[in-house]
């Protein structure tokens, strides 16, 4: 087994830009949050990369699931979620074990060609650890 990768300290600005991104997804705002997030990982380096790329995949998963695009959905929440899984049940102040289980019960119902409830009310949220 492995370790979990080791959590970024953030500055004030990159926690920011992170509360920003989490806030615009939980209102569904997924191109928004793609791009608060995108300026994020472009100035981090190591192993948060791949953290912040996938939340930055799920947001943009959620954007084409929201505009039909079921196809790219699939493929980006695929994505987000294998990159998700090297980070143990929390990452950055971020909650993932939820987070993980409720993407893989949207890939399994996409995967199954059913119909999808798209109201933000429905969509999981990236949470804050407490």
Request: proline share 4%.
């Amino acid at each position: 087994m492995y370790d979990k990768p080791v959590a970024p300290r953030l500055n004030s600005e990159e926690a920011q830009l992170l509360a920003k991104g989490v806030a615009e997804f939980n209102s569904g705002r997924f191109f928004e949050c793609h791009d608060t997030l995108e300026e994020l990982w472009m100035g981090t380096r190591g192993p948060a990369r791949d953290f912040f790329q996938g939340l930055i995949q799920i947001a943009v998963g959620f954007y084409h699931i929201n505009h039909r695009n079921l196809t790219g959905g699939e493929s980006q929440l695929d994505k987000g979620l294998k990159k998700l899984a090297a980070y143990g049940d929390a990452y950055a102040g971020i909650e993932l074990a939820l987070l993980r289980s409720q993407i893989q019960s949207w890939l399994d119902k996409i995967r199954r060609h059913e119909a999808l409830e798209c109201a933000v009310a429905d969509l999981p949220k990236y949470r804050f650890t407490p």
